[in-house]
């Protein structure tokens, strides 16, 4: 069974950045479609960013141009970094890693066969 830990969470000001890295337990990235979820109180869980099949990387149209998403399957981590953050970022965010991956990535989070436990993000205006 694969595991998933982000870290890198936590609060700044809008206008500031983070780094969320997350660290699998086995060597997942280099075969998986992956992704970057996140998920505020009262709202669905939705896609941020995702790679997928041959590194093809997508993006929510919300987070275009601050986000990015990128792995090193040396280490076995996905990262994403925020830059430009603004309080509507402020939520819960989840990696992801799916074995069935289409070329543009995944943005169904059912789409997805393991899940980390989660980092919170709070970003200040």
């Known amino acids: 069974q694969v595991q998933l830990v982000e870290s890198g969470g936590g609060s700044v000001q809008a206008g500031g950045s983070l780094r969320l890295s997350c660290a699998a337990s086995e060597s997942t990235y280099s075969r998986s479609c992956v992704g970057w979820f996140r998920q505020a109180p009262g709202q669905e869980r939705e896609g941020v960013a995702v790679i997928g099949s041959v590194g093809v990387t997508s993006y929510a149209d919300s987070v275009k141009g601050r986000f990015t998403i990128s792995k090193d399957n040396a280490k076995n981590t996905l990262y994403l970094q925020m830059n430009s953050l603004k309080p509507e970022d402020t939520a819960m965010y989840y990696c992801?890693?799916?074995?069935?991956?289409?070329?543009?990535?995944?943005?169904?989070?059912?789409?997805?066969?393991?899940w980390g436990q989660g980092t919170q993000v709070t970003v200040s205006s």
């Open positions: 992801a890693a799916a074995r069935i991956c289409r070329y543009g990535g995944n943005w169904r989070p059912e789409e997805y066969n393991f």
